[in-house]
């Protein structure tokens, strides 16, 4: 009985027991937990220790064992060996005792990390699909506007301005009266570049420049880049302009850069060829909006130019300065009166005109520009006279012979004019009556034989008269 209990335990427990006869020592060491998922590496599952543990004695009665194979060839018997039945209930219990333990023990695990089931934490409380539901329902704060980029400078989205690169801090903007320079780009809206100044110098509110300059240029700090849009009629209007090149009705795209901001000149104390530079300067600003048809801005220049000629001086001032002065009043003078026909001030061109007449009374373009304001007037009569002066001084010129002749058959109609309503109201029939035929071509009226008559008798009375005073 005994040699078949040690050889049961010899062939299908002997090397579970030796396993186990080596383990003992490490089940007594502290165990460190390596999480709730984690195994010990001294044994497997239940049923593993199950399986390895050694069958009881009334087991191994009840079934006795097969008889085992004979060893493999090389390989050495097993030494027989006796199960102890103390160390096999010892180790029994320690096992049964360890989990126990790990059944009880189960707070020092850490929480399982690999069995996809949710934390503690995170497990869903009471109330959370209906506080997800409302924050559903709740409207989304809308989100803050973003910052303008573009100004709309008069409000009707004609004249825009963007701000491509800020002043330094503690710039200013400039203001009405001074002199500023910038670095100016023009573009077609197509991306076209007509135009690059990199030193353009005006006065702001003297519109020396397209109004769209004269308009965005005091939104600007010092040292600022900026673009501005504009339509066409801020820029060159219907007509365009020849240099630079500028289709009619365009667009403009400006890059502006602001260099710097002064103050205007004191016109006391220009000297005189200041004088002649900054009038100059005005002058052809006018030209240029004349040629663009811009009559109101043209004046406006021509008489800036005139105010900086004849503002009182504080500086001498040689012979030549003072004939180039007076020359280029002349100049202005005359285009402003034509700046101011175009517009039907009659009044301010005639004056224009007197004005340059006092200073060259042989001036051909005023006296043309007088005799047509006049005749716009309908003084025909003063007109026609001024213009053959002027036709006198130039008779090759064939725009006051036309202007001349167009006056004179104006002014025979308003004559012809005049005299019917004179008779008219004179009561005087327009045709004389028909002569009767029994009145020779000697016939004498009766009206003037009855005024004869009335004279003969008035001389004779007075003769008698003077004869009784003798």
Same mark, same amino acid.
């Given at each position: ?39 010990? +590496?001294?044994?497997g ?7 390895s543990?050694?069958p ?53 695990? %850490? ?75 023009t ?21 020396d420049?397209i ?6 240029? %005091? ?9 501005? /849009? ?29 260099? /710097?901001?002064?103050?205007? +000149? ?6 005189g ?14 030209? =240029? ?11 406006n ?22 004939a180039?002065l ?8 005359n285009?402003? =009166? ?22 060259q ?23 026609? +006279? ?24 104006k ?8 005299? =019917?309503l ?21 016939s ?22 003077i004869?009784?005073?003798?």
């Amino acid at each position: 009985m005994g040699a078949a209990v040690a050889a049961t335990a010899a062939n299908g427990h002997g090397r579970g027991g030796a396993e186990r006869l080596n383990l003992v020592p490490e089940a007594r060491r502290p165990r460190l937990g390596a999480g709730r998922g984690a195994q010990d +590496p001294r044994r497997g599952s239940r049923s593993q220790r199950a399986s390895s543990r050694p069958p009881s004695s009334m087991a191994s009665c009840a079934e006795p064992s097969e008889p085992s194979a004979p060893p493999p060839a090389g390989v050495p018997p097993l030494e027989d060996f006796e199960v102890l039945d103390g160390v096999e209930d010892a180790e029994g219990e320690e096992e049964e005792e360890e989990e126990e333990e790990e059944e009880d023990d189960l707070s020092e695990l %850490p929480p399982l990390e690999d069995m996809g089931q949710p934390l503690a934490e995170e497990a869903e409380q009471p109330g959370a699909l209906a506080r997800e539901f409302l924050a559903a329902m709740e409207p989304e704060p809308a989100p803050a506007p973003a910052p303008e980029e573009w100004l709309d400078i008069l409000g009707n989205g004609l004249l825009r301005k963007k701000t491509l690169v800020p002043g330094p801090p503690g710039s200013s903007h400039p203001v009405k009266g001074q002199v500023v320079t910038v670095h100016l780009q023009t573009s077609l809206e197509n991306g076209t570049r007509v135009q690059e100044e990199p030193e353009l110098v005006f006065t702001l509110g003297d519109c020396d420049v397209i109004q769209a300059l004269d308009l965005s240029v %005091p939104l600007m700090d010092v040292g600022e880049t900026a673009m501005v /849009t504009a339509d066409s009629k801020y820029c060159y209007g219907p007509q365009g302009s020849r240099s630079p090149y500028i289709p009619p009705h365009a667009a403009l795209c400006l890059e502006v850069t602001l260099k /710097t901001a002064v103050d205007g +000149p004191d016109l006391e104390m220009l000297t005189g060829q200041e004088r002649v530079a900054l009038a100059n300067r005005k002058r052809e600003c006018g030209n =240029a909006h004349y040629q663009r048809a811009d009559f109101v801005l043209a004046a406006n220049s021509y008489d800036l130019a005139i105010k900086a000629i004849t503002s009182s001086a504080k500086v001498d001032m040689t012979f030549e300065e003072e004939a180039q002065l007076l020359q280029l009043k002349v100049k202005c003078l005359n285009n402003l =009166a034509a700046s101011q026909l175009k517009l039907d001030h009659y009044r301010a061109a005639l004056r224009s005109c007197s004005l340059v007449l006092e200073h060259q009374p042989d001036n051909i373009k005023a006296l043309f520009r007088k005799g047509k304001v006049l005749a716009q007037q309908g003084e025909y009569s003063e007109a026609i +006279p001024i213009l053959r002066a002027a036709l006198k001084l130039e008779p090759s010129n064939k725009t006051i012979h036309a202007e001349l002749s167009k006056l004179v058959k104006k002014h025979a109609a308003q004559r012809s004019t005049e005299t =019917a309503l004179y008779r008219k109201m004179l009561g005087n029939p327009s045709r004389l009556p028909a002569k009767c035929p029994g009145k020779g071509a000697w016939s004498i009226p009766w009206k003037w034989l009855f005024g004869a008559t009335a004279v003969a008798l008035g001389g004779v009375a007075l003769s008698v008269v003077i004869a009784a005073r003798n």
